[in-house]
């Protein structure tokens, strides 16, 4: 079995590196290719990757190039974990929004419709290329925005599956407050990428005793503190929304807090030099601690997990983004959720859900639309398109910050669209 990691360059490869040395039970692999245009870092990332599988006894063979057509020529699967512009077009896109008191965000809002443009493009191209030197083999999408992202590739007839780690850090995070295994925790997890909440916590598998009110009851604060909300929205609610739902039900509070701090990007830019100092060490051979405030908590299991589905053709259940295909009846079949399915040879099938209470369903459609638009645009460009997806935007929707936010979108990405 051969996997490849588009973006293997990334600082956050030894975590992915890591979990395929610890769970090669799981997901046995004889070849390991890093593909990035960074050679710099592949050298650094690499390195520390061939002395983590060594410390742990793995077989296998870690390589890596910056030829994308020979790092994933006769790959089984394809982990796509890019960031076209890197963290300085994360930073403008957390920023410059700031200015129309709009939420800066790398994947909600103004932000997130920049990073789309940047990197479907880009996407479509390497799976394109993907296709012509392996039909069959599986493209397992990280990259952000994850539903737009991964509705590009399946629209265009790829063989592919949406992948985020919010659902499995809930997993976790639920099954060490209830003192039980990460397994004999199911969740009735539903949405859209970002854009999801946990309506139960099963113990014991999907038909198994819901314990989310006692999780609340004894837990809320915890819970709460942990995802920035009032723990009385918890309790009102009686589900946990995703941390990303603070950008919706406190836009106004999160625009503030965002205008008094350095962003996101700049405290990753931070933490990924610090971490390519501790790479180059060649006495290194795990993972550092410091990894752990990059971001991405347990996206190696769940990488794992899905891509031993998809190549082992187990039908295990996986929360995954794909097609909707009726699951969520007022939205169109091709609509990307984020939901439970059925993982196999053949794909992703979304178990049934019970139905998404309007409070949950009006928001989900009201996004869906936007997405919509904003695929159209990242496809086929012009400003006219841009300027409809954020007018869209339930975070935007007013002309006048839809017509600025536009021109600045443009002007900050125009290295990056080839229409502007």
Not at 125 to 135: H, S, W
Not at 207 to 230: C, K, N, T, Y
Not at 358 to 375: I, N, R
Request: hydrophobic share 45%; proline share 6%.
């Amino acid at each position: 079995m051969k996997l490849a990691v588009v973006g293997g360059g990334s600082t956050y490869t030894p975590e992915l590196v890591d979990g395929f040395a610890r769970l090669r039970d799981v997901l046995p692999m004889e070849e390991l290719v890093l593909v990035d245009p960074a050679a710099d870092r592949l050298e650094l990332v690499g390195g520390l990757a061939r002395r983590i599988f060594a410390r742990q006894g793995h077989p296998g063979r870690i390589s890596w190039t910056d030829d994308l057509d020979a790092g994933v020529d006769g790959a089984d699967a394809v982990l796509l974990q890019l960031r076209v512009g890197g963290q300085a077009a994360r930073n403008q896109d957390e920023t410059w929004p700031l200015e129309c008191g709009c939420v800066g965000q790398e994947t909600t809002g103004a932000g997130g419709l920049a990073k789309a443009l940047r990197t479907v493009p880009v996407v479509l191209d390497i799976a394109e290329r993907v296709r012509r030197r392996n039909p069959d083999a599986w493209i397992v999408d990280f990259t952000n925005p994850v539903g737009i992202v991964t509705r590009a590739l399946l629209t265009a007839g790829h063989r592919a599956v949406g992948l985020c780690n919010v659902a499995i850090g809930f997993q976790r995070k639920f099954a060490k407050l209830l003192g039980v295994a990460p397994d004999e925790v199911s969740l009735d997890h539903v949405g859209l990428n970002h854009l999801t909440w946990e309506r139960a916590v099963r113990l014991g598998g999907p038909d198994g005793e819901d314990v989310l009110p006692e999780l609340l009851a004894e837990h809320g604060d915890a819970i709460a503190d942990d995802l920035r909300m009032p723990r009385g929205l918890l309790d009102r609610l009686g589900v946990v929304p995703s941390y990303y739902l603070r950008y919706f039900y406190q836009h106004d509070a999160v625009v503030r807090e965002l205008r008094t701090k350095p962003s996101r990007a700049a405290e990753v830019a931070a933490i990924e030099g610090q971490l390519l100092e501790m790479y180059a060490d060649p006495a290194l051979d795990e993972k550092p601690e410091l990894l752990g405030k990059r971001g991405g908590a347990f996206y190696s299991e769940a990488a794992v997990d899905l891509t031993s589905s998809l190549l082992r053709d187990t039908g295990e259940v996986r929360i995954v983004n794909t097609f909707n295909q009726g699951t969520l009846p007022f939205l169109p079949d091709d609509a990307v959720i984020e939901v439970p399915a059925a993982v196999d040879g053949r794909g992703a099938s979304p178990l049934p859900v019970r139905p998404l209470e309007p409070l949950y369903a009006g928001l989900v459609a009201h996004v869906t639309a936007y997405e919509d638009l904003a695929l159209e645009a990242a496809l086929k460009g012009g400003r006219e398109r841009v300027f409809d997806a954020l007018l869209a935007h339930p975070l935007i929707g007013q002309i006048e910050y839809a017509e600025k936010l536009t021109d600045t979108l443009i002007a900050h990405n125009r290295e990056h669209l080839a229409w502007a």
